[in-house]
């Protein structure tokens, strides 16, 4: 034990030196993507318009999408996605121009959604990925972010390793469990790494932990064997194949009133108009987005109406859940707003341990350049 902790301690230092810039960018960004669901829902509703009346209703899917496409010409639907709140206008997606907001009662557009907000969060987003490198150079960003966030996992680990005091006694533990006042910078520093790092500990391990299987296949493949399941084999980009034909809107009144009896919780129900010759596949979601758990999808037949297949987060195997949970774990967005304030909170506590990490490594290199600059006492000299 006497050999293991220096070791560790070593080995925690040096990778949060090389690793501490980048995992400061990842936080920080990390910080900046806490809400962002939330902040372009509230971004859009400057768009958002109530109903004439109490008594209207919303125009069904294929009017709706009719109407836009006389009102478009040249830009045909593609998909549509509507929202149960009353005032909330549906977006739909055309092929080959930017979606629009459209009112739901009367099919007047209203616009595209505000881009404002929507280029920080995809600026925010490049940064935290691949470090804002674009074209050949994002592959070089993305090994970087994920070596990093590799290395953040282990300093997080075996932070957990060196918080514990050497003498397991309560007078010890005092000192690392909660803020004090402090006569210096450097006790300062030391009681804030400690401190925050033992109570962000667990949730910050998950939100590491969940980024490593999106930077690394070979991670994704334990996630799936660690909880009991074969991996999926690997498929290789086919060529883009032709469109099997022009896309149709026809049977999606029934298909949509049919998925809103599946799931009367409804918030959003999405639908990518197929061919005319294929049945309609539309998701229906319960939760804010990033909740798969609350999220199903439902294949419904043009014809009949009859429910082909329902796929569900309980339908998927132990692999895929488990590799869902992490992917969404790591923003916090699977347990909701709660969720994604943990994730938030702890991000922003790996922006102190950064530079409490830092700062207090930074004094521990000038002592030790200091002790190699002073003067060998004459003592010494004589007795060597």
Do not use: C
């Not at 501490?20 to 960004?29: D, F, P, Q």
């Not at 639907?77 to 739901?104: C, E, K, N, Q, Y």
């Not at 429910?307 to 916090?332: K, N, Y």
């Amino acid at each position: 034990m006497k050999t293991l902790r220096p070791l560790i301690f070593w080995m925690h230092l040096i990778v949060g030196v090389a690793a501490g810039l980048v995992v400061l960018i990842m936080s920080v960004t990390g910080v900046a993507l806490t809400y962002e669901k939330q902040m372009l829902e509230w971004a859009d509703r400057r768009a958002w318009t109530a109903p004439s009346s109490v008594d209207a209703r919303p125009l069904p899917p294929e009017t709706l999408l009719a109407k836009v496409a006389d009102a478009q010409p040249g830009a045909a639907p593609t998909g549509l996605i509507l929202r149960s709140r009353f005032d909330a206008p549906a977006t739909v997606t055309l092929d080959a121009a930017p979606p629009l907001l459209v009112d739901p009662y009367t099919a007047a557009i209203i616009g595209e959604p505000p881009s404002g907000l929507r280029n920080f969060f995809r600026t925010m987003t490049a940064w935290h990925r691949f470090l804002a490198l674009d074209g050949v150079n994002r592959p070089t960003g993305k090994a970087v972010t994920g070596a990093a966030n590799l290395g953040f996992l282990f300093l997080v680990l075996s932070g957990v390793y060196l918080w514990l005091p050497r003498v397991m006694t309560w007078v010890q533990f005092k000192h690392v469990l909660w803020f004090r006042t402090a006569r210096s910078t450097k006790a300062r520093d030391f009681n804030w790494h400690h401190v925050i790092g033992f109570w962000s500990a667990v949730p910050l391990a998950i939100v590491v932990a969940g980024a490593v299987p999106i930077s690394y296949p070979w991670a994704s493949r334990l996630v799936y064997r660690l909880a009991g399941d074969n991996p999926p084999a690997p498929v290789a980009a086919p060529a883009r194949p032709a469109r099997p034909g022009p896309v149709s809107s026809t049977g999606l009144n029934a298909a949509w009133q049919r998925a809103q009896e599946q799931a009367p919780g409804w918030r959003t129900i999405t639908v990518r108009l197929p061919a005319a010759d294929l049945p309609l596949v539309l998701t229906v979601d319960e939760g804010s987005g990033g909740q798969p758990h609350l999220r199903e999808s439902l294949t419904i037949s043009r014809a009949t109406t009859a429910v082909i297949r329902v796929e569900a987060f309980s339908d998927l195997g132990p692999g895929r859940r488990a590799r869902s949970w992490l992917r969404f774990a790591h923003t916090g967005e699977y347990y909701g707003v709660a969720g994604q304030t943990v994730a938030g909170a702890v991000s922003a506590g790996a922006v102190v341990l950064v530079y409490t990490g830092l700062a207090l490594s930074w004094r521990r290199l000038a002592a030790w350049r200091r002790r190699r600059n002073e003067p060998v006492p004459i003592e010494q000299n004589r007795a060597a």
